[in-house]
């Protein structure tokens, strides 16, 4: 549990290292197609960078395809927007109080109720949003898992979860 801590607040802390490179964000708009880099766009500053850094990660421990650099670059597109306290909040929630977070979640709820929920369902909302704009079925499925407790037998999904998690 104490080093998920650190590594959450590892992730906290580099998010507020300012804007991606011109070089990074050539990157990006080499590997996504106008739909996809609609949806990178929209994502919050810090989440762009957290993108970029789980890519960047991929690159460097082996050849990933380009269907898992896609999912480095998108998997966290349904959260939509989420304030840092927010953020914060979810974290402490989901590892000291799951139970309390499991009541407090709601999809149809708002304010913090509906972050909380988003959130939690991330993975499943920007998969639905992403199959919808017509995006490779594998990378749909690598953006649905990257929070899955196991990756079986998937190599990709299970270097996604380890990326997400690090950076």
Excluded at 9 to 23: D, E, K, S
Excluded at 106 to 114: K, L, N, S
Excluded at 127 to 143: D, K, N, Q, Y
């Amino acid at each position: 549990m104490w080093s998920d801590l650190r590594a959450h607040v590892r992730r906290f802390f580099r998010g507020f290292r300012g804007t991606l490179t011109p070089a990074e964000r050539q990157t990006v708009e080499a590997l996504l197609g106008p739909e996809e880099l609609r949806c990178f766009r929209a994502l919050q500053g810090r989440e762009q960078r957290h993108a970029v850094d789980v890519l960047r990660h991929l690159e460097g421990h082996g050849s990933p395809s380009d269907d898992l650099l896609v999912a480095a670059l998108l998997h966290n597109v349904g959260k939509g927007r989420v304030r840092l306290h927010e953020r914060v909040a979810y974290t402490l929630l989901t590892m000291f109080t799951p139970r309390l977070l499991a009541r407090v979640a709601a999809p149809d709820g708002r304010g913090f109720r509906r972050a909380m929920a988003a959130q939690r369902d991330h993975p499943a909302i920007g998969a639905e949003a992403l199959a919808a704009i017509g995006v490779r079925p594998r990378v749909v499925e690598l953006v649905r898992g990257h929070h899955d407790a196991s990756a079986d037998d998937d190599a990709e999904l299970a270097a996604l979860i380890e990326a997400d998690l690090l950076r």
